[in-house]
């Protein structure tokens, strides 16, 4: 459990992976480019990894293709707090800590990208500590149309118990929340907190003095290896249905208050967004609470 300590930043090595050439590497051009994903690859692993500073070797990244890995879950910790600004950047005015840009995309089990999926991140400051009473260091956001996300914070601090780390939610339109945490390649604590998954660690570099963080994300979701990106239609809660009763409306431009009924509960707005499908008010707790 997560329990309130600052103390030595990880290492400054670039992780790696001496086992094959990451799968990674080539979606991320595939889709910066706008062309499909060459088939040869499709059953490459899916995410660059590294090699613990113990030695030895780490199990194979979980494989979107089979239909049988996706992204391991971890435990919320006690502070998550729901309902935090929509944001991309946690960097505030006078922000202290080693600056770090978390970036990665969300995949189906078909390796396809997600669009329009939520990440809710939420971290401790340069101290190790977390704002209880605010929201600093937490933001949610939405994957882009390639599902792709870009996260500008800081390293976290450290406390008692537990090695460097970042929490996040994860859930795409209409299917359910992965609540999970990343990790930091090379940190001495890894080797010794319970709860750290080798599996969920971030590959690292520098850019000048500006740590880089990449993890790709594979929901639970079905797909097929042509499906389109956004898999509503297919996740594991099924197709989305229309409201059972509701005043909630697809494309209704909803703000903060607006009050809304959805399967005989009324709900709050909490962000300001465009209803779309997969969307509805239970999907998403960052963008309505109950009333």
Known sequence: ???????????????????????????????????????????????????????????????????????????????????????????????????LTV??????????????????????????????RGFKFRGHQFTDAQGKFTLSTIVPGLYPGRTRHIHVKVQAPGGRILTTQLYFPNEPRNNTDTIYDPRLLMTMSNNGTTRIGEYDFVLNVRQTPTSTSNPTSTSPTGPTTVPPGGTWTIGTQYAPGTTVTYGGVTYVCTQSHTAQPGWEPPNVPALWRVG
């Open 103 to 132: 970036t990665g995309y969300v995949f189906g089990l078909a390796c396809r990208p997600i669009a329009n999926a939520l990440l809710d991140f939420w971290q401790a400051d340069n101290n190790g500590v977390y704002d209880n």
């Open 1 to 99: 459990m997560d329990t309130p300590m600052d103390g030595d930043h990880s290492t400054n090595e670039e992780s790696t992976d001496s086992r094959s050439i990451s799968r990674r590497p080539v979606l991320r051009a595939a889709l910066a480019a706008g062309v499909a994903v060459p088939a040869a690859l499709m059953g490459v692993p899916a995410l660059a990894r590294t090699v613990p500073s113990t030695g030895g070797t780490l199990e194979l990244t979980p494989e979107c293709d089979d239909g049988d890995d996706p992204t391991p879950a971890q435990t919320e910790g006690p502070y998550f707090k729901p309902n935090s600004p929509q944001r991309t950047s946690l960097v505030e005015p006078g922000t202290v800590g080693t600056r």
